[in-house]
């Protein structure tokens, strides 16, 4: 059976071209204002989540036309659009998640997505993919990549066990404590990397 794939578009910047984002999505959700970058994108959204304050009428009124399932929060809420549009990626059985938007927010708009994708990882795996970096949530990857890109394992978490291959700087079960810089600012040095974390949450970003 085939994965599930859901396309996830947040409010903020999104510095992305379509060519990036060639895959098929089952379900695209638009959260509050995202959904322009779909719109953007030419992509059409299947939902739109959020309590609707930033979106412009335009989108609104295109959305309605599309026939968009709308999912509209209330202004003061426990949660933030973001993770009411995660629960519906849940709910619609999605197996991956890529997540664009969100780019080059406030500090903590910014820290907020790494810990609630992180949050996530072990129900759903998701990729944020920016301008200038894809961020991996999972515990267990391998990239095709350029020979001296750069790449780091960033320890949401104490991370155990970990291993890199094909790196300037491989590491071989090792621990790795939450915030070390140990696995920071690393270069491929062929065209494959391979990470492997038995225990923890991490977040992979790579320079593209």
């Known amino acids: 059976m085939s994965s599930i794939k859901t396309l996830i578009s947040a409010g903020g910047k999104c510095g992305i071209e379509r060519d990036i984002l060639n895959e098929e999505y089952k379900n695209l959700i638009g959260v509050d204002s995202g959904i322009t970058h779909l719109y953007r994108l030419f ?3 299947t939902h739109l989540v959020g309590d609707l304050d930033s979106i412009s009428e335009r989108d609104l009124e295109r959305a309605r036309k599309d026939e968009a399932i709308f999912i509209e929060l209330d202004a003061d809420k426990n949660k933030t659009d973001l993770e009411a549009a995660y629960d519906l990626a849940l709910e619609l059985d999605s197996d ?7 780019e080059e927010g406030d500090v903590d708009q910014l820290f907020g997505i790494l810990l609630l994708c992180a949050s ?3 129900k759903i795996k998701t990729t944020w993919v920016q301008n200038d970096y894809s961020i991996y949530f ?4 391998t990239l095709n990549i350029d020979s001296g890109k ?3 394992v960033i320890a949401i978490s104490d991370l155990k066990n970990v291993i890199i291959q094909g790196a300037r700087w491989n590491i071989d079960r090792e621990l790795v404590l939450t915030g070390s810089s140990r696995t920071l600012r690393n270069e491929s040095i062929g065209d494959e990397i391979k990470i492997k974390i038995g225990e ?3 977040a992979i970003a790579v320079k593209t």
Do not use: H, R, T, Y
């Open 43 to 45: 992509f059409q959204p």
């Open 96 to 102: 991956e998640v890529i997540l664009i938007g969100g």
């Open 120 to 122: 996530f990882a072990n």
């Open 138 to 141: 999972q515990n267990e990857i």
């Open 150 to 152: 750069m790449f780091s």
């Open 200 to 202: 923890g949450k991490a």
